[in-house]
């Protein structure tokens, strides 16, 4: 009895140590989206006194329409839609109106503004119901923005908003807008991705939610679409993406990742930093194009596989969008960097104007975000340190690497690790001195849980959201890319779900084979089964299930496939489930079985937008294909009979369709014989 009491004592006290640990890292600055409290305060005191330049911008910022308690609301409704346009205007607009009113309310102090900012804000979260269209990523990603960061002003100044009507506003954020953008855009160009992040971004900082924050904060900084830090600001010059395809585009994308990182700052985290100030990199370069000058340039395929352009595009150059103050203030004032043709930008702006088009860009950046100069970094170290953020994790067999945004004013880390979620965990290293650190203790096929903590002179910070990764892939998984001259890819496995970075290469069929292959040993029969995490990166993506007699690529095998089949327009394939054979080793590997094209919420506008469940069952030589759009109700794709051997390869296949990119592929709720993953998704 008294083992027993024992037992349920130390349970309770791990529980509530875990639940202690995760809430410490859910505490958020309010208000902290586009603009702090320490913002708010500026503006006022600088227009109640005149100042310049900020009360020329804020001039500029009362005559806008939408700057008025008396603008008459266009909404709301219950869908809004972009492409095909279905009140995109009215809700923008709108957007606008709240955010320029909740502005104006605490620059004023006239609760008039305060009021018309919460009538519009409490329309819209009780109608709306729906985005849609082939654009609604972009539609959920630009004028909710500016939905968000109203109501973030609004609940933290006083500003006389209810309880129930702020609870209402959290919910549509998370049920309405959060579930269009909560996976980017990794099929289009990087500036789809760019609005998705910062929305994302803001609903975690509004809704108090971290896990929501940390996923877009990852994607920022890792993620495997275009709008990645590092895929959207392709190299040390600071070329963007989108440099090739017109110069609005490259001034919108980029400016809403600045966006992002000012979201960040606000809660402690020196995104603007991160990669060695990536982004200044890609201002400099691109303002300088646009004043102008002439910048290198390299023909480069995004990673979609759609996307090259062979020179730099001259395509409304030197039209500046009101983008620029903010990055100038941040690296020059803030900072004391130098950011010369920003600058210049800047000042030709200034003061800056509306963020047109529509909702693209806040805009009027001279009010907003023009300070004195300051020694941004001396000032944070004053106060104990934000807990780290994004902490990537990179395992193999002999180490595992680490990497995360450092805290503004951390000056060390601690690592801490566990071989369970939530932990305990075990520090491994102390005063670790940049964000970034190797662990060299792990045990191959092991998967560890990190956190990391910051401190300086003040303190330490709490423990950052954790991350979790195996040191090489879990036993008996192995992994191999296959095929002559394919680009290497990779897997990884988080605990939760597995990451096959898909090979670049043609396909999976033909006489031979290319795709990045995760695999377990399968002796005689047996059940292999994973849901798909969307999504994909490129509409030539094959992915799924495979059994194989070896790693040959003409080897024999029997495939259970998600395959796009284009007819005429490349975005706009119709994805299948097909069941692929090759009888023998060499022969043409034909497609035995397929599905119709799979309909909503699987796929949407020819993008495979939901999860979707495969699986392969091998009796004797009969060997099934069954697919599912819930994991509980199965359809048979087709049997086939084959000659295969008793000793086969059984696991995950991709390949990008593209012979010189690869592209990102995760499944969870993976069963394979001899194995069983942990069947929730993180």
């Known amino acids: 009895m008294n083992l027993l009491k024992h037992l349920l004592l130390f349970f309770f006290f791990w529980v509530t140590s875990v639940a202690s640990l995760r809430a410490q890292s859910q505490s958020f600055t309010h208000p902290g989206i586009l603009h702090s409290q320490e913002d708010l305060d500026r503006m006022k005191k600088a227009v109640a006194q005149k100042q310049e330049p900020i009360y020329s911008g804020f001039e500029v910022f009362r005559q806008n329409p939408v700057s008025q308690y008396t603008y008459q609301m266009q909404g709301p409704m219950e869908m809004v839609g972009r492409n095909p346009t279905v009140g995109q205007g009215a809700y923008d607009t709108d957007a606008n109106a709240a955010h320029h009113n909740a502005l104006m309310w605490y620059i ?32 959920a990603g630009l004028g909710p923005f500016k939905m968000v960061n109203a109501a973030e002003i609004l609940r933290y100044t006083n500003s006389g908003w209810s309880d129930a009507d702020i609870r209402q506003t959290e919910k549509h954020f998370k049920e309405v807008i959060y579930p269009v953008i909560k996976d980017f855009a990794p099929f289009a160009n990087g500036n789809w991705d760019a609005a998705a992040i910062k929305t994302v971004m803001a609903i975690g900082v509004f809704c108090n939610d971290r896990e929501i924050f940390e996923r877009a904060l990852r994607y920022y900084v890792n993620g495997h679409g275009n709008g990645r830090l590092t895929n959207y600001i392709i190299n040390e010059e600071g070329q963007i993406q989108e440099s090739g395809r017109d110069q609005p585009h490259t001034q919108l994308g980029v400016a809403m990742l600045a966006e ?27 303002a300088k194009f646009n004043l102008g000058n002439e910048v290198p340039y390299a023909p480069a395929l995004d990673r979609t596989g759609k996307y090259i352009h062979p020179e730099i595009s001259q395509k409304e150059r030197g039209n500046l969008r009101a983008v620029y103050e903010h990055v100038y203030n941040h690296y020059v004032n803030r900072m004391g960097m130098d950011a010369p043709y920003t600058q210049q930008a800047a000042e030709k702006l200034r003061p800056e104007g509306p963020g047109r088009p529509g909702a693209d860009h806040p805009g009027y950046g001279t009010l907003f975000f023009t300070r004195p100069a300051e020694d941004a970094v001396k000032k944070a170290s004053a106060v104990v340190p934000a807990a780290p953020g994004a902490i990537v994790a990179k395992g193999s067999p002999q180490h595992i690497s680490l990497t995360w945004v450092a805290p503004i004013g951390a000056n060390s880390y601690t690592v801490k690790r566990a071989t369970r979620s939530g932990g305990p965990f075990t520090v491994i290293a102390k005063n670790v001195a940049a964000p ?37 892939l879990p036993s008996p998984w192995k992994h191999q890319s296959i095929g002559e001259g394919v680009v290497a890819g990779w897997t990884e496995y988080n605990g939760s779900k597995f990451t096959v970075e898909g090979a670049g290469g043609k396909a999976i069929g033909g006489t031979s084979d290319e795709l990045q292959f995760a695999y377990v040993p399968l002796k005689g029969d047996g059940v292999l089964t994973a849901q798909y995490v969307p999504q994909v990166s490129s509409q030539y993506t094959q992915l799924g299930l495979m059994l194989r007699d070896d790693l040959n690529p003409q080897a024999a095998q029997v495939s259970l496939l998600l395959v796009p089949v284009h007819k005429t327009q490349k975005e706009e394939p119709g994805w299948q489930v097909q069941l692929i054979t090759r009888d023998k080793a060499g022969a043409e590997a034909t497609v035995h079985a397929a599905s119709l094209n799979l309909p909503e919420p699987t796929v949407t506008h020819f993008r495979l937008t939901g999860p979707y469940w495969l699986k392969l069952e091998r009796k004797g030589r009969t060997i099934t294909g069954y697919s599912s759009a819930d994991g509980e109700n199965w359809t048979a794709v087709g049997t086939v009979h084959t000659p295969l051997k008793k000793n086969l ?32 998704t993180r």
């Not at 809660?267 to 201002?283: A, E, H, M, V, W």
């Not at 190797?438 to 330490?460: C, I, L, P, Q, R």
């Open 108 to 139: 004023t102090g006239e609760k008039s503004y305060a009021e018309k900012a919460i009538a519009i804000v409490n329309a819209w979260s009780s109608t709306l119901k729906s985005i849609t269209g082939r654009d609604a990523v972009l539609m």
């Open 260 to 286: 992002c990182s000012e979201i960040a700052w606000h809660q402690g985290l020196d995104l603007y930093s991160y990669t060695d100030n990536r982004l200044l990199k890609g201002f400099e370069y691109m």
């Open 436 to 472: 970034a650190y190797t662990d060299k203790t792990v045990k191959a096929g092991t998967v560890y849980y990190y956190t990391v903590t910051a401190s300086n002179a003040k303190g330490e910070s709490p423990n950052a959201y954790e991350t979790g990764i195996s040191a090489g």
């Open 649 to 680: 390869m059984a696991g995950l296949a991709a390949v990008s369709g593209l012979p010189t990119v690869t592209t990102t592929v995760q499944f969870d709720h993976v069963v394979a014989p001899g194995w069983k993953s942990v069947s929730t």
